[in-house]
C-alpha cells in the first residue's frame, strides 16, 4: 500500500511533469540510451550470430563469451570504465553492450542451427548461394526465436540503464538514485514504477514487429 | 557417370567406381538397399557433392565447368520431405527458381500456378503456408517448384517415400503422366524395388558398398537379375511381377458364354459353350456383373444376389498379363473377364489360357516383350 501510495503521489504532484528532470525528458533520455546500448550489441550479436549459425562453427567459443559476459557484472564494469575513461556516454554503453550481446549472439546462433535442414538442402540444391540461404530461408524461419533473443536483451538493458545515473548521465536512474539521496521515496518508487512500465512497454513493441515481420507460415509457437 | 568414386573425409567409400549412362528424356531409377550411396550419386549430379574421382559429363560436357549455382538451377531437386520453404506460400515456394533466375514476380506467379494445375494441386492452395498441406501435397508442391524453370533434368532423392501408399501411387502414376508430357530426363532415387520396376524406363541397382550390380531395363532385372544379390532384392515374386511386362492383348478371348441379365431363357441356352461350365452375366449396358450356373440360369431369369464373384476385371490389351491372372485368380470359377476402356465386357479367358499365353510370352519374350511393351503395360499394372 505504502508503495502505491507513493507511486500514485509521485505521479500526481505537477511538478513532476516539466522541466530537464521532469518525466518526458527522463523518459527520452533512458529510451535513447536504451535504444543506442540495443542496436550496438544488436550489430555486434546478430552478424556473427547469423554466419556462425550458418556454417555451424565456432559453437563452443560462443557459449564460453556467453558464459563470461554474463559473469561480468554490470556495475562493477561501470565503475572500471569510469574509473578508465571518466564521464561520458562511453563508459555506460559498454556494461550495457557486454550485458546484451550474450543473449542475441547465443540466440541467434541456436535458432540458426535449429531450422530444419531440408528446406536449407532444398535451397542449396536449386541453386541459393550462400547468402541467400541466410537471408531468405535461414533468417526468415528463425526470426521468432531470433526476436525472443532481442526482447530479453533489450528488458535487460531497460532495466540496467539506471546505473546511467551513477556516472551524472540522466534516464529514470536519476530519480533513483537522487530519491535515494535525498530520501525522496516518492520519487524512487515512481523512478522504479517508470522502469517496470517501459520495461512493459518494450515488451508489446516487440509483439507488434513480430506480427508484422514473422511470415504466418512460421509463426505458430513461435 | 564415367567411373566415378566418392571418399568421404572419415574414409566411408560410399560410391565406387560407378559408370552410367543416363538416358535422355526417361527416368532412370538408382535403387538398392540403404546407405549404398545412392543420395551420394545423385547429389554429385547437381554438385551438392563433389566426386573424389572420375567425372561426370552432362551432354557430352563436364559438369565442373559450368558455374555450380548455374548448374543447379538447369536442374530440378526434389527431397524426401518436399522441404518447402515454411515461411512463404505455396505459389512463391513454387516461384522460387524463376525468381533466382531474374523473372519478374507476377510473371514467376503465374508460371507456378501453371504448375499447380500441372501436378493436379487446387488453385485454392496457392495462397496457403506449407504446413496448412498434407504430406502428399507439399510433396507435389516439391515437384512444382522443381519444374517452375523447365529445366531438362530432374533429380528426385526418395520423393515418395514418406507418404502413405495410397497418395504414394497416385503421385507415382502422376510423375509417369507429367513424364509424358514433358519428357525430362529423371534421375529417380528409391529404395523401394517395386517403385523402381514402376517407374524406371532403366533401374540401376546399387549393392552396399557403393558398387553397380545391375543396370537393365525392369523387364530384363525381373527375368535376368545379374546375381544372387539382385535376385534377392528384387523379393520373392519377380516372376509374378514380371508379368506386369506383358500385355494382354495377345490372349485369345472366349465371346459366347456371357448373356445379359435381361435375356430370355432359351438366349440364355444358345450362350452355353462346351467347355465353359459357367456364364458371365452382365448389365443391359454389357457390365459385368457376376458368373452362374447354365442350369439355374435358364431356371428364371438370373438373380443378380446369387451370381459368382468374377474377380476384378482387366482391361484388355492395355493391361498386362498379371492383370489378367489377378481376376482369374480371384474369381471362384477360374476365368477373367476381360472388358474395354469403358468397362464393358470384350471377352472371358481360363486360367488355362493364360497359363499359355505366359509360356509363349516367356519363350519369345527376352527381346520382344521387352522394353516398348514392357513400357506401356508397366504404367497400368
Ligand atoms: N557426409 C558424409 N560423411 C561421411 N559419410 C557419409 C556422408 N554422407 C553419407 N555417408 C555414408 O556414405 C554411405 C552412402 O550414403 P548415402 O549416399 O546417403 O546412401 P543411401 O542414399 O543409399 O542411403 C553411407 O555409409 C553413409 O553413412
Ligand atoms: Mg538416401
Redesign the interface.
Known sequence: MNVLHFVNAFFSDGAHWQGYDGIPTRLAEHIRYSLLALVLAAAIGLPVGLLTGHYGRGGNTLALIATAGRALPSFGLLVLMFILLGFGMVPVMIPLVVLAVPPILVTTYEAVRSVDPSPVDAARGMGMGESRILFHVELPVALPLILGGLRSAAIQIVSTATIAAYVSLGGLGRYIIDGLYQRDYEKVAGGAALVAVLALATLAVFWAVARAAVSPGVRRGG | MDSVTKRYPDGTVAVDRLSLEIPDRSITVLVGPSGCGKTTTL?MI?R?VEPSEGRILLDGADIQEQP??????SMG?V???????????IVDNIA??PR?LGWGRNKARARAAELMERVGLDASLAKR???QLSGGQQQRV?VA??LAADPPVL?MDEPFSAVDPVVRKGLQDELLRIQDELGKTVVFVTHDIDEAVKLGTMVAVLRTGGRLAQYAPPAELLSAPADGFVEDFLGADRGIRRLSFFASGGLRLQKSPIVSVDSTAEQIAARVTPGVPYLLVTDPDGRPLGWGEPDELTAGSPDPDRLLPHGRPFEYGSESLRAALDGAVLSPTGWAVAVDGTGRVVGVVSQQAIGEAIRSAHAGGRSAAGTEAGAEAGVAG
Open positions: 547429389r547437381n551438392m555450380v549455382n548455374t548448374l543447379r538451377r531437386y527431397i524426401q520431405n518436399a522441404g518447402l520453404f515454411p515461411h512463404r506460400t522460387t527458381v533466382l503456408y506449407p504446413y516439391g517448384r522443381a533429380l
